[in-house]
């Protein structure tokens, strides 16, 4: 069994930063490829960001690609989204989750993962 925490959700006006952060216990963190994916009002569960196992390939969005940022660090059992330009279209929230998918690219498919976090809420104010 995996335990997913995410924290560093909140308000933030539009343009402006945050980070996430989601810590895992439970297994070898290092085994997993880890995902962040968000959640709208409304609108169904929608990829975001993956990283693979040893950090060396990730994958974006259209959306979010070249203001988020995913990272890991596998000492710390942490993987980290950082968002830069944040718009009010990003507005939702934000689940971390973990697959043992072998093949990289089955991370953008939410179907791919075996635990999901809680979630944290993002707001971004116009």
């Known amino acids: 069994q995996v335990q997913l925490v995410e924290s560093g959700g909140g308000l933030v006006q539009a343009g402006g930063s945050l980070r996430l952060s989601c810590a895992a216990s439970?297994?070898?963190?290092?085994?997993?490829?880890m995902g962040w994916f968000r959640q709208a009002p409304g609108k169904e569960r929608a990829f975001v960001a993956a990283i693979s196992v040893s950090g060396g390939s990730t994958y974006y969005a259209d959306s979010v690609k070249g203001r988020f940022t995913i990272s890991r660090d596998n000492a710390r059992n942490r993987v980290y989204l950082q968002m830069n330009s944040l718009k009010p279209e990003d507005t939702a929230v934000y689940y971390c989750?973990?697959?043992?998918?072998?093949?990289?690219?089955?991370?953008?498919?939410?179907?791919?993962?075996?635990?999901w976090g809680q979630g944290t809420q993002v707001t971004v104010s116009s």
């Open positions: 989750a973990a697959s043992f998918a072998r093949a990289t690219t089955r991370l953008l498919n939410q179907y791919e993962y075996n635990y």
């Open positions: 439970g297994r070898t963190f290092s085994t997993y490829g």
